[in-house]
């Protein structure tokens, strides 16, 4: 299996926005060189999910992973992410398509930004 991991955040109208995405998306592509990975976005921003998972797909991505990089599950993750979803497995129904929590529901991620902040206000 071939695994195409996307990195869905939710996008804005300033370009500088998606700068820690993209950090992302390059960081994750060192560590793990054999996934094929890409970012996507809700609006404002391209690659869609439909088009980055598209694009995994004519890659070679044999599995796709959707990372929602959203503090919590909002209206967004329960009701566009889904119908997204669908509309992918509809397009490619040999490809099955995961997702994964939210950041925001991640335990690690969550003590890592907490150790994080208290670096930033240690107490005396």
């Known amino acids: 299996m071939k695994t195409g991991i996307i990195l869905f955040a939710h996008g804005a ?4 926005w998606a700068r820690p995405v993209e950090r992302l998306k390059r960081m994750l592509t060192e560590r ?3 996934a094929l ?3 996507a976005f809700l609006e404002h921003m391209s690659p869609t999910l439909e088009q980055a998972a598209d694009g995994l ?3 070679g991505a044999t599995e796709l ?3 929602p990089v959203f503090i919590a599950q909002g209206g967004h993750l329960r009701e566009d992410l889904p119908r997204r979803i669908k509309a992918i497995a509809s397009a490619h129904p ?6 994964a929590p ?4 991640v335990d690690s991620i969550l003590a890592s930004i907490t150790t994080w902040i208290e670096e ?3 107490e005396k």
């Not at 040999?94 to 997702?99: E, G, L, Q, S």
């Not at 939210?102 to 529901?105: A, E, K, L, T, V």
């Open 102 to 105: 939210p950041i925001g529901d």
């Open 13 to 16: 109208r300033d370009p500088n």
């Open 65 to 67: 992973s959707v990372v």
């Open 120 to 122: 930033l206000h240690p």
């Open 94 to 99: 040999a490809v099955p398509v995961r997702i």
């Open 37 to 39: 990975v890409d970012a």
């Open 32 to 34: 793990m060189p054999t």
């Open 57 to 59: 797909v004519a890659q």
